[in-house]
Structure formats: structure tokens, C-alpha cells
């Protein structure tokens, strides 16, 4: 960590707690996940004002690893950097959705965040786009292939907002799957 970085031991050292235990505190409690939210947003927005680029870094180091007992944290912190980043710290956060969350839990429950904190913007249209069209095929079916929702927010209620845009016809028959399930229900494993 550089001396003029912006960010001091101290805050980091807060801040990877925060990112690998979900508390400020030395110390973890299952219910303090439930007021998550709340709590971390006002503590950490001042961080990513004065140094975001490095916070979206940590979040990209800490996420999504084995180091991280639990993602939400993470996901909500990156989901801070969207909301109260600069223009670099919001395209780093972009940029960061694939590398974060990395599952369709996380990925929804990301959307869900930022739904609630800014509502939908073009970065974020493109972003999600991006989770989709860039995931290798396999993976992606693996990951809408299984029932997921998050707060309410389903793969079809994403794809309906971002608006995939792809010239590959097997993405193509992928969105159309997910968009209308009902259309395909004959079919052997859905497509």
C-alpha cells in the first residue's frame, strides 16, 4: 500500500474485514448480515471517494475466493463503488461484476443491490450484458439452468433490462429460452 494512497492501515484493515467476516468488528455474528446493508454502506462510502480504484482492487482480490467464508460483503461493496464511485471507480466496478460475482446468487444478488441503491443506468445495462455474453457457454447454461432468485430478481427479469445484445445464435437461443421458458417447456432440457 503506498503512503499517499488515500486509504491508511487502519481503514484497510477495516475494510478487508469487512470484505472477508461482513463486520467493522473483530469478531462475527450470523445476525449482523441482516442490518449489512445499513451499517457498511455509511462507514466505507468515504473510502471509495478518496481512493476507489484501490477498493474496487481489494474487491477484486478478496472476491469470489476461498478467503471469503461469505460473498455478500463483497458484493455489496462493490456494489457501494458503483453507487458512490467516480466515473474510473464505476467502470472498474464494471468491469469487476464477471471477476466478483461470479454465480448466479451473487450476480443477482448484485443486481438487486444496485437496483435498490441507483436503479438502472447504461453502464450497469452493459455490465450485466457482459456477465452474460461473455461467460463461456457451459458455464452460462449451468449457471441460468438452475432455478435462482434473489430478492425477487430472476435471469429473465435481468435479461429483460439489459438487453443482451450478441451475433452468436446459440446465445441468442439462450436469452429467448430464458426470456420465454414457457415456449420451450417440450423440449428435451429445455432448449
Not at 137 to 154: D, F, I, Q
Not at 170 to 188: C, D, M, V
Request: with cysteine; charged share 25%; glycine share 8%.
Amino acid at each position: 500500500m503506498e503512503e499517499n494512497s488515500g486509504l491508511s492501515i487502519d481503514d484497510k484493515r477495516k475494510f478487508v474485514r469487512f470484505l472477508i467476516l461482513g463486520s467493522r468488528e473483530q469478531a462475527w455474528y450470523t445476525r449482523e448480515i441482516a442490518r449489512l446493508p445499513n451499517g457498511a454502506a455509511n462507514s466505507f462510502v468515504y473510502l471509495i471517494g478518496a481512493c476507489g480504484l484501490e477498493i474496487v482492487a481489494l474487491i477484486v482480490k478478496y472476491g469470489g475466493t476461498a478467503r471469503v467464508p461469505e460473498n455478500m460483503p463483497v458484493v455489496f461493496a462493490l456494489a457501494l463503488c458503483v453507487k458512490h464511485g467516480d466515473v474510473a471507480t464505476r467502470r472498474a466496478a464494471y468491469a469487476a461484476f464477471p471477476l466478483v460475482a461470479r454465480h448466479s446468487p451473487d450476480f443477482l444478488t448484485l443486481v438487486s443491490f444496485l437496483d435498490s441503491m441507483k436503479g438502472w443506468s447504461a453502464g450497469m445495462r452493459r455490465a450485466c450484458s457482459k456477465w452474460y455474453t461473455d461467460m463461456p457457454m457451459e458455464k452460462l447454461l449451468e449457471e441460468v439452468g438452475k432455478p435462482c432468485a434473489v430478492n425477487g430478481w430472476t435471469h429473465r427479469d435481468v435479461i429483460r433490462l439489459a438487453h443482451p445484445k450478441t451475433d452468436n445464435p446459440e446465445l441468442k437461443g439462450i436469452f429467448r429460452w430464458i426470456e420465454h421458458p414457457e415456449r420451450y417447456a417440450g423440449i428435451q432440457g429445455g432448449l
